[in-house]
Structure formats: structure tokens, C-alpha cells
């Protein structure tokens, strides 16, 4: 199983001691991109959520599922790529280390 660091997911050892067959490898901190789910909901909330107002937990619900409806209707794999870091962007991401 492939958690994410979240602390709910730390504390299962009981239950993984019951379980001998299944090992938790925790995905780095900060990497929500490596989770589906997580790149699904920020899908949802770009889309369909974000500025929206609801006026009923059932109008929200009709929302979301109008939107899962259409998604699933037209849904392919993500292709993940790795992203080019140029120019200042990579000055940015290397820090110096000084003696």
C-alpha cells in the first residue's frame, strides 16, 4: 500500500501487525502529485468548485457528481512528464552550499 505522510496513516501499526501481508511506503512529503486522487480533486476543485457558492449540501452533491459524470464520459490516463527547469527557475532550485 502507498499512503500519503498524512498522520492518520502513521498510526497503524496495530492494524499492520494483524496484517502481515501488507507493507506501508510512504510517498515523499510534499508530493502530492504522485497521489491520482490528489491530482483528481485538484481537477474537481479547478473546475467545478473553486468561486462556487452552494446553497444545500444536495445542490454541492449534484455538482460533484454532474462533474464526475462528465469527467469519467471523456477520462484517458495521465501522462506525467518532467517538467524542464531553465534560466532563473533552476537558479531556484539549487541552493549554494557555503563553507
Known amino acids: 500500500m502507498i499512503p500519503d505522510n498524512y498522520c492518520t496513516h ?3 501499526d496495530e492494524w499492520l501487525s494483524e496484517h502481515t501481508n501488507v507493507r506501508f511506503h510512504y510517498t515523499p512529503t510534499s508530493a502530492g502529485w ?3 486522487v490528489e ?3 485538484s481537477i474537481l476543485s479547478r473546475e467545478t468548485l473553486k ?3 452552494f446553497r444545500s449540501t444536495h445542490a454541492l452533491s449534484e455538482a460533484i457528481m454532474t462533474f464526475v ?3 469519467n464520459s471523456k477520462a484517458k490516463p495521465f501522462i506525467w512528464k518532467k517538467r524542464e527547469v531553465k534560466g532563473s527557475q533552476l537558479r531556484n532550485t539549487i541552493g549554494l552550499v557555503v563553507n
Do not use: D, Q, T
Open 10 to 12: 502513521n498510526r497503524c
Open 34 to 36: 504522485l497521489n491520482m
Open 39 to 41: 491530482i483528481f480533486f
Open 51 to 53: 468561486g462556487a457558492c
Open 69 to 71: 459524470n462528465e469527467h
